[in-house]
Antibody, heavy 122, light 110 residues
Framework: EVQLVESGGVVVQPGGSLRLSCAASGFSFEDYTMSWVRQAPGKGLEWVSLIRWDGFSTYYAASVKGRFTISRDNSKNSLYLQMNSLRTEDTALYYC???????????????WGQGTLVTVSS | EIVLTQSPGTLSLSPGERATLSCRASQSVSSSYLAWFHQKPGQPPRLLIYAASSRATGIPDRFSGSGSGSGTDFTLTISRLEPEDFAMYYCHHYGSSPKTFGQGTKVEIK
């Protein structure tokens, strides 16, 4: 059974930093593109970033580029999101999501975690 | 950036009725890269349709997706609404960066 479990969400002050983690199990993690998607309270979905199965390509939404860094450790079946220079508008539930097809950079996402809540507030 | 506009904002229907949700893209989107999700309160989104018309694993056949030849108009149809179908629905373009989502259509019980 595929499982994605996010962690690391806390309350942080504007300008602060945070690292989110996503622990994956139930599939060959090293074969799949992984993504982060966020959802502000009461709002819609916003794609944040994705990373290729081998970590050699990464992409970001304009709203986070230069502040967030996506990475992965295939030996630990883990996905990460380093978040720097946090702003109040980064407050959201952050989901990690798995691509539906292996070795496909541009793939739909079929499994999502339950999310971890990041609150940026003074 | 491909902007996805969903209509209507809210759809008020009764169980057993047919629901038709629309998603219009600001520029042509290959059908290979258009998906639909639904989301219930307190839950993560669930993939319903990918590649415009392929049902995801475990999705019942009352859900169907289609796209126009122009590559800008896509439709999600729920043939007969079940109680568990009342939720928020999002279309999603995933073929290039940035990936984008529509603003959502809420399907509510009339």
């Amino acid at each position: 059974e595929v499982q994605l479990v996010e962690s690391g969400g806390v309350v942080v002050q504007p300008g602060g930093s945070l690292r989110l983690s996503c622990a994956a199990s139930g599939f060959s993690f090293e074969d799949y593109t992984m993504s982060w998607v966020r959802q502000a309270p009461g709002k819609g979905l916003e794609w944040v970033s994705l990373i290729r199965w081998d970590g050699f390509s990464t992409y970001y939404a304009a709203s986070v580029k230069g502040r967030f860094t996506i990475s992965r450790d295939n030996s630990k079946n883990s996905l990460y999101l380093q978040m720097n220079s946090l702003r109040t508008e980064d407050t959201a539930l952050y989901y990690c999501a798995k691509a539906i097809r292996d070795f496909d950079l541009w793939s739909a996402t079929d499994y999502w975690g339950q999310g971890t809540l990041v609150t940026v507030s003074s | 950036e491909i902007v996805l506009t969903q209509s209507p904002g809210t759809l008020s229907l009764s169980p057993g009725e047919r629901a038709t949700l629309s998603c219009r893209a600001s520029q042509s989107v290959s059908s290979s890269y258009l998906a639909w999700f639904h989301q219930k309160p307190g839950q993560p989104p669930r993939l319903l349709i990918y590649a415009a018309s392929s049902r995801a694993t475990g999705i019942p056949d009352r859900f169907s997706g289609s796209g126009s030849g122009s590559g800008t108009d896509f439709t999600l149809t729920i043939s007969r609404l079940e109680p568990e179908d009342f939720a928020m629905y999002y279309c999603h373009h995933y073929g290039s960066s940035p990936k984008t989502f529509g603003q959502g259509t809420k399907v509510e019980i009339k």
